[in-house]
């Protein structure tokens, strides 16, 4: 019986004193609220892409069929697809026209999709030309 007495109020004591630290250690709303009390983590570090304030160069120019926007922004071989400035001599898949796209194996050279291992006018890049008579194997002129 005496060692049940002890036990009930070793706990009564414990609950006693976690109530009172808990009471004292709370900061009272009186003033503005401390850093500490707002942020219960610490800060993580910005990143520092993030932190960059560039305009995105990918961004959409959002020119709404205005064929004009785009050239003056991109470039005379720039034209407005789904809202977007599109290069169509360039875009893979905006290739001479729009949402005209090129297969996996090829690429957009000047409009047209090619495939630049065997195309003799566009070998291995594009524009690049084979001499008169050569043939391209796996994007090289005369691969022998």
């Not at 003056?72 to 789904?82: A, D």
């Not at 957009?108 to 030309?129: F, I, M, T, W």
């Amino acid at each position: 019986m005496k060692i049940m007495q002890i036990i009930f109020m070793v706990s009564i004591t414990l609950t006693i004193a976690t109530t009172l630290t808990m009471f004292i250690s709370t900061p009272t709303p009186t003033g503005p609220p401390s850093p500490s009390t707002t942020t219960p983590f610490p800060a993580r570090p910005k990143s520092r892409f993030l932190a960059e304030k560039q305009a995105n160069p990918r961004a959409a120019d959002h020119c709404k069929n205005d064929d004009e926007i785009c050239y003056i922004l991109e470039g005379k071989n720039s034209t407005c697809c789904n809202n977007k400035c599109m290069d169509l001599s360039e875009d893979k898949h905006n290739c001479g026209a729009c949402k005209k796209k090129c297969k996996f194996t090829s690429s957009c050279c000047n409009g047209e999709c090619v495939n630049l291992a065997y195309d003799k006018r566009h070998c291995g890049s594009c524009g690049n030309k084979c001499m008169p008579g050569g043939y391209c194997i796996y994007g090289l002129c005369n691969y022998a």
